[in-house]
C-alpha cells in the first residue's frame, strides 16, 4: 500500500504585482508503514515559494515531507522534512545559501515518510507562475 494524498490545485491563482501565486492543497494518509507516495504526478509549473504543513491526525514527530520531481530530486530544497507531530509549520523554500526559489515544471509526486501507521496532515504548496 502506498498510503493515500488528494491534491486540489487553485488555478485561478491569487494575483500579486506580476504574477499568479498558485495553491496546492494537500490531504494525505498514510499506509502501515507511514508512508504515502502519490501517484499519478502531479504537474507544478513555477517557483516554488512555501511549504506550510498541518498535522491533522498525530503523525510521528519529524515525520518528512519531499516533493520529486522526474529525476527525484526533491524541489522542497529538504526544507519539508522533520516536520512536527502537533504544530503547524511553514517552510520558506529558497535553495541554500541564497535567497532564490527553486523552479520547478512538469510531473512531481508527493512523498511523506516516517508518519506512522493511518496518520494524516494536511499542506499547502504556494507556488508563483508568470
Known sequence: MAGTATILHNKNGILS???????????WTSD???????????????????LITDPVDGPTDD????????FGLDVLQGLGVNRDTTTTEIANIVVSG?????????????????????????????????
Open 98 to 130: 541564497t535567497t532564490i526559489h527553486p523552479p520547478a515544471a512538469g510531473p512531481h509526486t508527493l512523498v511523506v515518510a516516517n508518519a506512522g501507521n493511518a496518520k494524516s496532515g494536511t499542506m499547502c504548496l504556494l507556488v508563483e507562475s508568470k
Open 17 to 27: 504585482p506580476e504574477n499568479y501565486i498558485h495553491r496546492y492543497d494537500i490531504a
Open 32 to 50: 502501515a508503514s507511514g508512508n504515502v507516495n502519490a501517484q499519478p504526478a502531479f504537474g507544478i509549473n513555477g517557483k516554488i515559494l512555501a
Open 63 to 70: 515525520y518528512d515531507v519531499t516533493i520529486l520531481n522526474e
